[in-house]
């Protein structure tokens, strides 16, 4: 949605269930009812097969959207803007977000701490994984990394396996 709003202490803050895939969607219509929001994205690489790869934004949290009100505004009319399912909630009343949460996420946004450097891995390349099912393992990568996964061949229970991987799951050794 553009860049990440200043943090603004005169505003609550509430985090917003939201249509699914519909974040960009529901923020727009928070912002013409006069709320200010966040959605905190990251880069993505996606294929299509008309146009090949293309760079898009994607949410860090889907299906939620972070939501700023003035003291005259409430938050029940948040409820009433197309696209927002609820407010996340402690017991019936929705839960204000403490200013630190809404300064680390506004923050992390604007710096794009949400996207991870790709790996410098190359075939042939020996790696530990550290997926809950094969860790600790080490095997060897099979195809140089375009994406966020890298096929990854194991050597393990006497049979060869070969994994996509999630680079997050791979150390280097």
């Known amino acids: 949605m ?15 269930s939201v249509a699914g895939h519909g974040e960009y ?6 912002q013409q ?9 990251r ?8 146009s090949g790869k293309r760079l898009v934004r994607r949410p860090v949290f889907p299906g939620y959207a ?3 009100k003035r003291p005259e505004q409430s938050w029940r009319d948040i409820l009433r803007v197309p696209g ?9 009343a929705p839960t204000e977000l403490p200013p630190w949460m809404m300064k680390m996420l506004i923050a992390a946004d604007e710096m794009a701490a949400y996207d991870r450097p790709r790996p410098q891995l190359a075939v042939g390349d020996k ?3 550290r997926d809950e099912l094969w860790q600790g393992l080490i095997g060897e990568v099979m195809r140089a990394p375009e994406g966020r996964r890298i096929a990854v061949l194991l050597k393990a229970f ?16």
Not at 25 to 30: D, K, N
Not at 33 to 41: D, E, H, N, Q
């Open 127 to 129: 790696v530990r994984i």
């Open 84 to 92: 927002v399912r609820a407010l996340v909630t402690t017991g019936e």
């Open 2 to 16: 553009g860049t990440a709003p200043a943090y603004d202490p005169s505003l609550t803050y509430y985090a917003a």
């Open 43 to 50: 880069t993505a690489v996606v294929r299509q097969a008309s």
């Open 25 to 30: 969607r529901a923020c727009e219509w928070l």
């Open 66 to 68: 972070f939501v700023g």
């Open 158 to 173: 006497g049979k060869k396996h070969v994994l996509s991987v999630d680079v997050d799951r791979l150390a280097a050794t």
């Open 33 to 41: 009812a006069g709320f200010v929001t966040l959605v905190p994205s």
